[in-house]
């Protein structure tokens, strides 16, 4: 899901047992009324316990960017939709660097 913050957000923020994992972090110009802009930040992010193992961590990222049927649509519609396939990878990719980086950091506290 996509998130709002007035400030640049970390890519792990725990708040007792739940840990938030951001990624795709931008710095964005929001238009006001008045034809101002204001800076923020936007970020995908997931939810996920801060003790999840890798495998419930990866999961809990991937299925907030996809729903099981599109996941499931995406692998299935491999050979008709190549470059949606090949994002889907690069996601599950990403999604497991960032499992591993906070499994890293939260054995190192």
Do not use: C
Request: aromatic share 10%; charged share 15%.
């Amino acid at each position: 899901m996509k998130t709002s913050f007035d400030h640049q957000p970390s890519v792990f923020f725990v708040l007792g047992q739940t840990l938030y994992i951001r990624w795709n972090i931008q710095q964005v110009a929001v238009p006001r009324i008045d034809g101002s802009t204001v800076t923020q930040w936007v970020a995908d992010e997931a939810v996920a316990n801060v003790a999840d193992a890798r495998s419930a961590l990866i999961e809990k990222i991937i299925g907030a960017q996809y729903s099981v049927g599109a996941e499931i649509a995406t692998i299935n519609n491999a050979q008709t939709k190549p470059q949606e396939y090949a994002d889907y990878q690069a996601f599950r990719v990403q999604t497991k660097a960032l499992a591993d980086q906070w499994l890293a950091q939260r054995g190192a506290s």
